[in-house]
């Protein structure tokens, strides 16, 4: 019985992932413009020399991409609200978005107030509960009054951080701990997994941590990459290796679906992921609370780290270093990062074709299961 | 079929977009070599109004009395932006003289609004031949308002520092000396100066014939600089010379002021790295 109101629920979760899924493929490629183009050390400004005038777009791009996806959670809120209360009360919809818009408001002690956006797996917990248990509140009058109090609850979680405080990773340990690291990979990639961080944003991959600008005055200095005081580093190994293609190394998956004939799917997600958007193919395939992905999507990123730290140890590739432009496409971060180092782009390319490999026959199980559901 | 002939086109442009890109790489790479590798830190004069790229030879002189010597170069701005410039920068100089003086150099909001856009030329000119991430700045009279004009509308942060700033007889409020009268130069640098840099060292410097102006520029305008400086930058200090070569226009002559600039400004590098 649990089994099968389970497996109802995913269903219903996928089917609203594939309605929300246009509009997160265009907030993906509105993000997509504004880190290559709008941005004064975007990709394309940079390699094409393109003359950068965008600073008023560069400011306001941002914001309305944030109210853009703030948006879509609303209505990925108001749609599953719809379909888990199989369309009894045309009111549930409104007082799911009502919580949500409630808790999203950050009131900032200058009176600056932002939006705050809330986890995909706070949307789904609230669509849920609204579902089942707003039916057993008698009026509508009551039902809002209910919502508004518990969107207030919400934003005062919200405001004391209790939801967001995730485990991070230390960035100013000078060397890799490996025993700290593959846990906290784990963790972050369980978390995307399970909708509690947000997939939208790329990954930046900036040369911020104490390790990685030691080594970048070492290489300025020395105007070599040979002798760098920290070559196994945060930087190094885990920004540059663990995201090819966005978070879970998607790049991989990306090219799974090809050999797996999914070349809509592909077309669609092929470029965004190569610049590190996954957020639509996370979202349709869909790799969020598939338990079929689960694995890929965790080992894969362990494994092209171990790759990218074994080629780095042999001496066959040399560790990125430099600051590469805003929105370089995965494939070319180490080759860029390190000016232009052969081995690196080989590691790349390696870890890619193992994340590919990795992916493969959890890929064709999920093929094989829809297709299945589909008969 | 036409789907993955347009996947199969996608890869292609994106394997073609490594070639520029690492071009690109390349020569943004170099520039940041030259750039951390750079030692040099000018110190950048602009004279007030009415003067030229020679107002502070003077001053110079009794500057380069002590070792090491100082390589002067100067630069004038037209008023179609163009450059002309005057001397060399020695190689081995660390920390030569640089004069930014304007074609038009008068008076006025409207032109000296139109020198800061000059300077801004001018320093992106400078840097992109001499590769130099920090300097120092000294400006007299109009020259300290058009600095820190500059510093609140064009100053890149990121890719430039200012350690210190010396500004002498600068009228932050223009010849108005009630502080409750603001004039327009004031409001603009007022409602500015949260973007100035807060590492900055600020030095105003007054001179007072009496108890009231330098003979031109009132005691009171100079010191309304405070309200721009004070609570933006690292720290702010006033000065008051007083005594013979007071009045305005004899300050960059006067022994005291080139002292003050000797000590603050062209020795602040040894002192950064006592």
Redesign the interface.
């Known amino acids: 019985m649990f089994k099968f109101r389970y497996h109802n629920f995913l269903t219903i979760l996928r089917s609203t992932f594939q309605d929300i899924y246009p509009i997160i493929l265009i907030d993906a490629y509105l993000r997509l413009i504004n880190n290559t183009l709008f941005n004064p050390n975007g990709f394309f400004v940079k390699t094409f020399h393109l003359g950068w005038k965008y600073s008023t777009l560069n400011r306001l791009f941002p914001q309305l991409i944030n109210i853009l996806e703030l948006l879509i959670l609303l209505f990925f809120g108001y749609l599953l609200t719809q379909k888990l209360s199989q369309h009894s009360q045309p009111d549930f919809s409104f007082n799911t978005v009502l919580i949500l818009i409630i808790a999203s408001i950050n009131l900032a002690p200058d009176g600056h107030n932002t939006w705050y956006q809330p986890p995909i797996l706070l949307v789904i917990l609230i669509s849920w509960l609204v579902a089942k248990l707003f039916k057993k509140i008698p009026w509508p009058t009551l039902r809002v009054s209910v919502a508004l109090i518990a969107g207030f609850v919400l934003n005062q979680l919200q405001q004391s951080d209790v939801l967001i405080k995730l485990p991070g990773i230390s960035t100013s340990a000078r060397h890799i701990n490996w025993w700290a690291l593959v846990p906290l990979v784990i963790g972050r990639n369980l978390a995307t997994w399970c909708g509690l961080i947000n997939p939208f944003a790329e990954t930046k991959q900036t040369v911020t941590t104490p390790a990685a600008t030691a080594n970048l005055s070492a290489a300025l200095s020395h105007q070599s990459l040979s002798h760098l005081p920290f070559a196994l580093n945060l930087h190094s190994i885990y920004t540059s290796y663990a995201f090819l293609g966005g978070i879970g190394c998607t790049l991989g998956l990306v090219f799974a679906l090809l050999i797996v004939q999914k070349e809509q799917l592909v077309l669609q997600n092929i470029l965004l992921s190569s610049f590190g958007f996954n957020a639509p193919l996370l979202l349709r395939v869909p790799v969020l609370f598939n338990i079929r992905l689960l694995v890929p999507f965790i080992i894969s990123p362990l494994v092209s780290m171990l790759i990218g730290a074994l080629f780095i140890s042999l001496n066959w590739a040399q560790p990125a270093v430099y600051q590469i432009f805003a929105g370089t496409p995965s494939f070319l971060i180490n080759f860029l990062g390190t000016n232009g180092n052969w081995g690196s782009l080989v590691a790349t390319l390696l870890a890619i074709a193992c994340s590919t490999a990795i992916y493969l026959p959890f890929v064709k199980a999920e093929v094989k299961y829809e297709n299945q559901t589909l008969d | 079929m036409k789907?993955?002939h347009?996947?199969n086109l996608?890869?292609l442009a994106?394997i073609l977009?490594?070639f520029?890109?690492?071009n690109?790489?390349?020569t943004?790479?170099h520039s940041?070599?030259v750039w951390?590798?750079s030692r040099l830190s000018p110190i950048i004069f602009i004279p007030g109004s009415s003067a030229d790229q020679d107002r502070f030879d003077d001053l110079f002189k009794q500057l380069r009395a002590t070792k090491p010597r100082h390589s002067v170069f100067k630069i004038t701005v037209s008023t179609t932006g163009k450059i002309k410039t005057t001397g060399t920068i020695a190689t081995r100089d660390q920390e030569p003289f640089i004069v930014i003086a304007f074609q038009n150099n008068q008076d006025g909001y409207n032109n000296i609004a139109k020198q800061t856009h000059w300077l801004q030329i001018a320093i992106t000119y400078l840097i992109k031949n001499y590769n130099f991430n920090n300097f120092s700045a000294v400006g007299h009279s109009n020259g300290g308002l058009i600095w820190t004009w500059y510093l609140e509308k064009y100053f890149d942060r990121n890719n430039l520092t200012i350690n210190t700033l010396m500004t002498i007889g600068t009228p932050y409020n223009s010849l108005e000396s009630n502080p409750k009268n603001q004039t327009a130069i004031f409001r603009q640098l007022y409602q500015g100066r949260n973007r100035l840099p807060d590492n900055l060292i600020v030095y105003a410097i007054a001179g007072t014939k009496n108890y009231r102006s330098d003979g031109i520029v009132p005691y009171q305008s100079v010191e309304a600089g405070k309200y721009i400086y004070q609570n933006q930058v690292k720290k702010y200090t006033q000065i008051t010379v007083t005594g013979e070569g007071s009045t305005h226009s004899s300050l960059l002559d006067n022994p005291q002021i080139a002292r003050l600039i000797q000590e603050n400004v062209v020795e602040y590098l040894k002192k950064l790295f006592v």
Request: no cysteine; aromatic share 10%; hydrophobic share 50%.
């Open positions: 789907t993955k347009w996947i996608i890869i994106l977009l490594a520029p890109a690492y690109a790489m390349k943004t790479v940041e070599r951390h590798n």
